[in-house]
């Protein structure tokens, strides 16, 4: 019984490079939501997704950073240009869909991003 | 704007010192408060879901609480163990993200 699988747990990478972050849902969940967490800080909501559906992206940064979910596959958040600022942990949540009896969001356990 | 505000943030305990950590939020509509547990390093552990004003819910050592504007949540003779940092989140009426706020660190001394 998988919970959230993120991957890679850790990421390198060089000022400019790309950042591809990866993201399977629990088995029975059809919605996904990246979160970026700061040293120090909170949870930052960035993204929601549902398969193929970008349902809520008002957390994104307008350039560099864009979200899928696709029909097959987990759930990708990509960084185009990785400047230092994007270093941080990057954390990925899941739900049923609503009306479901137990409805939750389930965390996984983060990629954390370097950019050197 | 939705926002919430969670106090204190770092709480030292010595084991056995019972405390209460605050979650107060202002949300358009609540469609549920959820607590969870963070280990360094680690993706956030559900703890509690609470819906309405009034309800309480209860796991081992902790009790959450809830009114219109706050919760709490209530750790009663703390083990090192219970050393993470706690956060609090919203879930408006018309979205399905949680707004966190920035979490209690807790340390338990023996």
């Known amino acids: 019984n998988a919970g959230v699988m993120q991957n890679p747990r850790h990421l390198v990478r060089r000022r400019g490079q790309e950042a591809r972050l990866r993201c399977s849902p629990m088995?029975?969940?059809?919605?996904v939501y990246w979160y970026r967490q700061l040293p120090e800080e909170g949870l930052k909501f960035m993204v929601y997704?549902?398969?193929?559906?970008?349902?809520?992206e008002s957390g994104m940064p307008k350039e560099r950073f864009s979200a899928e979910f696709p029909k097959e596959g987990p759930s990708i958040l990509r960084i185009q240009q990785v400047v230092r600022g994007d270093s941080a942990a990057y954390f990925c949540?899941?739900?049923?869909?609503?009306?479901?009896?137990?409805?939750?969001?389930?965390f996984g356990s983060g990629t954390r991003l370097t950019v050197v | 704007e939705d926002q919430v505000t969670q106090s204190p943030e770092a709480l030292r305990l010595q084991e056995g010192e019972s405390s209460s950590l605050n979650c107060s939020y202002t949300?358009?509509?609540?469609?549920?408060l959820f607590w969870y547990r963070q280990d360094p390093g680690k993706g956030p552990e559900f703890l509690f879901t609470?819906?309405?004003a009034g309800e309480e819910k209860e796991k081992e050592r902790l009790k959450a609480t809830l009114t219109k504007k706050e919760s709490f949540l209530h750790i009663t003779a703390p083990k090192p163990e219970d050393s993470a940092t706690y956060l609090c989140?919203?879930?408006?009426?018309?979205?399905?993200?949680?707004?966190f706020g920035q979490g209690t660190t807790l340390q338990v001394k023996p």
């Open positions: 949540a899941s739900s049923p869909p609503e009306g479901s009896t137990y409805y939750g969001y389930t």
């Open positions: 088995k029975g969940h059809s919605h």
């Open positions: 997704l549902q398969k193929e559906n970008i349902i809520d």
């Open positions: 949300v358009s509509g609540l469609r549920g």
């Open positions: 609470l819906y309405s």
């Open positions: 989140a919203v879930r408006p009426s018309n979205t399905g993200k949680l707004i």
